[in-house]
């Protein structure tokens, strides 16, 4: 089984930053892909940035140059530098953590909230 832990969220204004963590324990044995994503009200899901075991990073172009994401496979541990915040990047930030073992987990999210 595997837990996955999110923090960093919180209230921030526009033009600041944040800096997520997202901590992957429990029977793990190689991480594939740790991902966050986020939901705003009424809206779908959707990827902000993934970053694969070999640090290949994909990002959606909406936070392209603003957000960064990083990890310490040491630590299963995955880090979103979030900086030039917007209020429209107002939402639930969730980590997912693919595992080696094809397991695929969520954690129960963070909030982050952008003021104008």
């Known amino acids: 089984q595997v837990q996955v832990v999110e923090s960093g969220g919180g209230l921030v204004q526009a033009g600041g930053s944040l800096r997520l963590s997202c901590a992957a324990s429990g029977t793990i044995f190689s991480i594939d892909v740790m991902g966050w994503y986020r939901q705003a009200p009424g809206k779908q899901r959707e990827l902000v940035a993934s970053i694969r075991s070999g640090g290949r990073t994909n990002y959606a172009d909406s936070v392209k140059g603003r957000f960064s994401i990083s990890r310490d496979n040491a630590k299963n541990t995955a880090y979103l530098q979030m900086n030039s915040l917007k209020p429209e990047d107002t939402a639930g930030y969730y980590c997912?953590?693919?595992?080696?073992?094809?397991?695929?987990?969520w954690g129960k999210g963070t909030l982050v909230t952008v003021s104008s």
């Open positions: 997912n953590v693919m595992t080696g073992g094809g397991v695929n987990a």
